[in-house]
């Protein structure tokens, strides 16, 4: 047994052994959250549901989509940069998919924690605009206005459609479509079924339910990022260890070659499927819920028709 050991090369038992903890703790985990691995299998009505989460990261950093997905192919070339300096060619493949998966991982904790700031701000333009219909005795297309020319920072990107000129329906729905957020959507679309109305009962439906449910909603999503934070937290440290040790490994050019031959880049392709399996099961501990999505357009084309 002993000789066996010697014959093994040091990096496949170094290798081997990390495999061994990183898959004791997949299973640890999964066992103490009691995980059902149906649920890591998307259901086939969500085909989209990727691409419309990217499109909330992009929205919740306050980037265009052309500059996000930008980012992400950029990531996706320094990869292929790592496989081709360290030539190793699996890496070929997962550091293009790790760089374009790292990188939504990375700022996806801020776009949340962005979004959750431009929320707060939002619901105090809300307030601003009630005061100006209730106090100053503005009209909700002038008040609205008003509020799109002085956004303050946290909003200039979501309000920016109001100081525009034309159909106030329409920038409304810009607005909603820009935000991505619950709590700007939800009031949005008050904003356009109540337009036809008396300023008076939108008054009374800002403080009555536009302002208490986004307050509410707030204070959820707040204590869920505490949690969430913590797991990212968590995974960016494994992350860093593992590409430290990696780095290590490869600057001893017997280990690299070794990492070079097919038997070495099938212990890496074990260790990055562990450490991936190992990240997916402690995002499990609390998922983000979604939301319901209003189809704004749709709700001003009725309130058209319907002459409001």
Not at 28 to 53: C, K, N, Q, S, T
Not at 64 to 88: H, Q
Not at 220 to 238: C, F, I, K, N
Not at 253 to 274: C, M, N, P
Request: glycine content about 10%; hydrophobic content about 55%.
């Amino acid at each position: 047994m002993t000789q066996l050991a010697f014959a093994l090369p040091l990096s496949g038992l170094l290798v081997g052994g990390v495999v061994v903890i990183i898959a004791c703790a997949c299973g640890g985990a999964a066992v103490i959250l009691d995980l059902d691995l149906r649920r890591l299998r998307p259901p086939r009505d969500r085909r989209y549901a990727l691409l419309e989460r990217q499109k909330d990261i992009a929205a919740g950093l306050g980037w265009p989509w052309p500059r996000w997905v930008a980012l992400r192919l950029a990531c996706v070339a320094l990869g292929i940069v790592a496989a081709w300096v360290t030539g190793i060619d699996l890496l070929y493949v997962l550091g293009p998919v790790a760089g374009w998966v790292a990188t939504g991982f990375a700022l996806a904790g801020v776009a949340a924690n962005r979004r959750l700031r431009m929320e707060r701000a939002f619901l105090g333009q809300l307030r601003n605009l009630r005061d100006r219909m209730a106090v100053s005795n503005q009209s909700l297309d002038t008040a609205l206005q008003e509020i799109g020319r002085n956004p303050g920072a946290e909003l200039v990107h979501v309000l920016a459609p109001l100081a525009r000129g034309g159909s106030t329906v329409a920038n409304v729905v810009e607005m909603g479509l820009t935000a991505r957020s619950p709590i700007v959507e939800q009031a949005a679309a008050v904003l356009i079924w109540t337009r036809s109305r008396s300023s008076d009962f939108l008054i009374q439906t800002i403080d009555q339910v536009l302002i208490p449910v986004g307050d509410a909603q707030l204070a959820v999503q707040e204590e869920g990022m505490v949690t969430l934070s913590q797991q990212r937290a968590v995974s960016v440290a494994m992350s860093a260890l593992l590409i430290a040790m990696l780095a290590m490994v490869l600057r001893v050019d017997s280990l690299r070659a070794y990492y070079q031959s097919v038997t070495g880049q099938i212990v890496l392709l074990l260790v990055f499927g562990l450490f991936a399996g190992l990240v997916l099961v402690l995002g499990q501990i609390v998922r983000p819920g979604g939301w319901t999505r209003w189809n704004l357009r749709r709700l001003a084309e009725e309130q058209e028709r319907l002459g409001g």
